[in-house]
């Protein structure tokens, strides 16, 4: 611990305010945050409550280490980058970036390696990757949207699970979901991309092989093929590829042999009736409902 002292730091986080919710649209957004405890514990280095990252500008001069009992916010900032933030190693609740019109980058959260809640980065449009995070290795879901700068998942290289879901959404100029480096064999939540603009195929999820949660992919209006699910075995619950204008190849789903829920295959106009059946029929055990509706001829 740095030499600080424990009222100058009191004086510095006297400013913290609460972040507004997210937008009501993100999936699973975090639930409305409570007031600032200002708990402070100086020898373990660690304050209680819910925090907006301007308010602990400064607060890394004081600790080389600082753990965030509660959640932390980055929300309206009008700076192109985050304030120091380097010595914030966990943070047990929700990490929220969201509505900074010009940040571009995450990586003064550089040292972060463990967050206990939901990550969303959402509606950052100059924001270019998600170097910063690239130390979490698992949260309870992650979502990534309206980050329309992002070509790719590039920053979550550690990631290897999350127990709720992996959203991207509504990125327009992601062009493949590669970044995820440590995507293990094994996930347990759902995967769902939907509405990102300039999205070509599912490069980034190759080394997937059981999936115990659904997975979506819906209304991404160049997607053409679904290369990168080649190793997919099982899927636990649903898989649905829905709205997707320009797809005409789902042959990389060939390998999957059992579905836990429904299988639904719809509305997507250039896809052939005949590539449908043929997945159809060479999935061994589907548990649910098939709905094939919709799709060319």
Same mark, same amino acid.
């Given at each position: 611990?740095?030499?600080?002292?424990?009222?100058?730091?009191?004086?510095?986080?006297?400013?913290?305010?609460?972040?507004?919710?997210?937008?009501?649209?993100?999936?699973?957004?975090?639930?409305?945050?409570?007031?600032?405890?200002?708990?402070?514990?100086?020898?373990?280095?660690?304050?209680?409550?819910?925090?907006?990252?301007?308010?602990?500008?400064? +607060?890394?001069?004081?600790?080389?280490?600082?753990?965030?009992?509660?959640?932390?916010?980055?929300?309206?900032?009008?700076?192109?980058?985050?304030?120091?933030?380097?010595?914030?190693?966990?943070?047990?609740?929700?990490?929220?970036?969201?509505?900074?019109?010009?940040?571009?980058?995450?990586?003064?959260?550089?040292?972060?390696?463990?967050?206990?809640?939901?990550?969303?980065?959402?509606?950052?449009?100059?924001?270019?990757?998600?170097?910063?995070?690239?130390?979490?290795?698992?949260?309870?879901?992650?979502?990534?949207?309206?980050?329309?700068?992002?070509?790719?998942?590039?920053?979550? *290289?550690?990631?290897?699970?999350?127990?709720?879901?992996?959203?991207?959404?509504?990125?327009?100029?992601?062009?493949?979901?590669?970044?995820?480096?440590?995507?293990?064999?094994?996930?347990?939540?759902?995967?769902?991309?939907?509405?990102?603009?300039?999205?070509?195929?599912?490069?980034?999820?190759?080394?997937? +092989?059981?999936?115990?949660?659904?997975?979506?992919?819906?209304?991404?209006?160049?997607?053409?093929?679904?290369?990168?699910?080649?190793?997919?075995?099982?899927?636990? *619950?649903?898989?649905?590829?829905?709205?997707?204008?320009?797809?005409?190849?789902?042959?990389?789903?060939?390998?999957?042999?059992?579905?836990?829920?429904?299988?639904?295959?719809?509305?997507?106009?250039?896809? +052939?009736?005949?590539?449908?059946?043929?997945?159809?029929?060479?999935?061994?055990?589907?548990?649910?409902?098939?709905?094939?509706?919709?799709?060319?001829?």
């Amino acid at each position: 611990m740095r030499t600080l002292s424990a009222l100058a730091l009191l004086a510095l986080l006297s400013g913290c305010s609460v972040s507004p919710e997210p937008i009501a649209e993100t999936p699973d957004a975090p639930r409305e945050t409570r007031t600032p405890l200002m708990e402070l514990n100086l020898a373990g280095g660690a304050l209680s409550g819910s925090f907006d990252i301007a308010s602990l500008d400064g +607060a890394c001069e004081a600790f080389d280490t600082l753990r965030i009992d509660g959640d932390l916010f980055a929300a309206d900032l009008d700076s192109a980058s985050l304030p120091d933030v380097s010595c914030i190693t966990v943070v047990t609740g929700d990490l929220v970036i969201a509505s900074n019109p010009e940040l571009v980058s995450l990586q003064p959260l550089v040292g972060l390696r463990t967050v206990g809640g939901d990550i969303v980065v959402q509606d950052n449009p100059e924001l270019l990757d998600l170097l910063g995070l690239d130390r979490i290795t698992r949260a309870r879901s992650i979502t990534i949207a309206g980050n329309d700068s992002l070509l790719d998942l590039e920053g979550l *290289d550690s990631l290897t699970d999350v127990t709720d879901h992996l959203t991207v959404a509504d990125n327009d100029g992601i062009q493949s979901l590669e970044g995820l480096l440590s995507l293990a064999p094994d996930w347990n939540g759902d995967i769902v991309v939907v509405g990102n603009g300039d999205l070509r195929d599912l490069s980034g999820l190759d080394t997937l +092989a059981n999936l115990r949660g659904t997975l979506e992919v819906a209304r991404n209006p160049v997607l053409d093929s679904l290369a990168g699910t080649e190793g997919l075995r099982d899927i636990g *619950d649903t898989l649905r590829v829905h709205g997707n204008d320009a797809l005409t190849d789902i042959t990389a789903l060939g390998s999957v042999q059992t579905i836990g829920g429904d299988l639904l295959v719809t509305d997507n106009p250039r896809l +052939a009736a005949e590539s449908v059946s043929d997945l159809v029929s060479s999935i061994q055990e589907i548990e649910g409902s098939v709905i094939t509706t919709g799709n060319g001829e």
